[in-house]
């Protein structure tokens, strides 16, 4: 009876650590995917917008897709977009809502660690439990309310400062102070759980008092999809001007470079890449990913060729090619393709 106990957990504690291990799945744009082609040399891909799944290989993130194509590749933590599914709280003193920005993700066993960007300047990496997070960008649909802690509360607060000492300092409680720099602990409750957030020389994080005991002020604000209400040690305050000043945000959009082929002799266009066939990096190349379904796809094709190059597909794309638009190291059998019709099959 003890041996057959001992062999049945033995065939269960596979399952088991499957069961513990973090693997974040969503669609996610993700720069530099590392592929290595059995026998063959490694190239890398962007995923934009690609169904996938991660999870921790060494000091890499093994991706796994879940689109059209499957195939394995790795891609630096850094390098992996993650956002949370669900607001979460933290330390009891910051909740963290979806439109939170999300980096340097580190997978734990059943959890992660984050980064979690608050404002300019201030950050707090966190643990998360696995089930709220997802692969992708912060979901913009539930950020806060774009507005200041003193914005609705303090008229003053958007008048010109004035010479007169008496009136330097706004009444307690309409967002007098300011974040001082460096690793700031925020508690839910004096003493209980608290969160450390990191403040960079040259953050303004404008905060309004609630309460006030002897070496601690509570405050309040609101920050970039996160909303932090707690207990500060007083040395970890400094006095904020009167007037309000917020930073520039700028959000730069870059674009692609559109890049086009053609000979004689030879088709460019749609296609439909059949279920089941292997996509190599070269003709007789070295497979590294299959189809899973049937998938329209983009081909350079030369006439009576036994090899075509798959040119382009929804959401990936090369990094080391000529035309940054095309996708490189894809080469399928020209059987496994469905041209229009009057090109014969």
């Not at 650590?17 to 592929?35: D, H, K, M, N």
């Not at 005991?213 to 609101?222: C, N, S």
């Not at 000979?263 to 439909?272: I, L, Q």
């Amino acid at each position: 009876m003890r041996s057959l106990s001992i062999a049945l957990v033995a065939l269960l504690l596979p399952a088991a650590a499957r069961a513990q291990t973090c693997e974040p799945s969503g669609e996610a744009t993700v720069a530099r995917v590392r592929i290595e082609p059995r026998g063959g040399a490694p190239f890398e891909l962007d995923m934009e917008g690609y169904p996938a799944a991660i999870r921790r290989d060494g000091d890499r993130l093994r991706v796994e897709s879940r689109g059209a194509l499957a195939f394995v590749g790795s891609a630096p933590t850094t390098d992996v977009p993650v956002a949370l599914r669900r607001p979460i709280d933290v330390g009891a003193a910051l909740t963290l809502r979806p439109s939170v920005a999300l980096s340097h993700l580190r997978l734990r066993g059943r959890g992660a660690r984050v980064r979690a960007e608050l404002d300019e300047g201030v950050h707090a990496d966190v643990g998360v439990p696995c089930d709220a997070l997802r692969l992708g960008a912060p979901d913009d649909a539930h950020a806060s309310p774009a507005s200041t802690p003193d914005a609705s509360t303090n008229t003053a607060s958007t008048d010109t400062a004035s010479t007169d000492d008496r009136r330097s300092e706004p009444p307690r409680g309409e967002g007098t102070w300011l974040l001082a720099p460096g690793s700031v602990r925020v508690w839910g409750v004096v003493g209980g759980p608290s969160v450390r957030l990191r403040v960079e020389p040259g953050a303004r994080v404008r905060v309004r008092e609630l309460d006030r005991r002897p070496g601690y002020r509570r405050i309040r604000r609101e920050l970039d999809g996160a909303h932090l209400v707690g207990w500060v040690r007083d040395r970890d305050l400094r006095r904020a001007p009167l007037r309000a000043e917020l930073p520039a945000r700028v959000h730069a959009v870059t674009g692609r470079g559109v890049c086009g082929r053609g000979a004689s002799h030879t088709y460019v266009g749609p296609a439909t890449l059949r279920r089941g066939a292997a996509i190599s990096d070269a003709r007789e190349g070295h497979r590294w990913a299959h189809a899973r379904e049937d998938v329209e796809v983009r081909v350079y094709w030369h006439w009576n060729a036994a090899w075509a190059r798959i040119e382009e597909i929804d959401g990936l794309r090369s990094r080391d090619g000529d035309c940054p638009n095309l996708l490189e190291h894809a080469w399928v059998r020209r059987a496994d393709l469905e041209l229009p019709e009057r090109f014969g099959d």
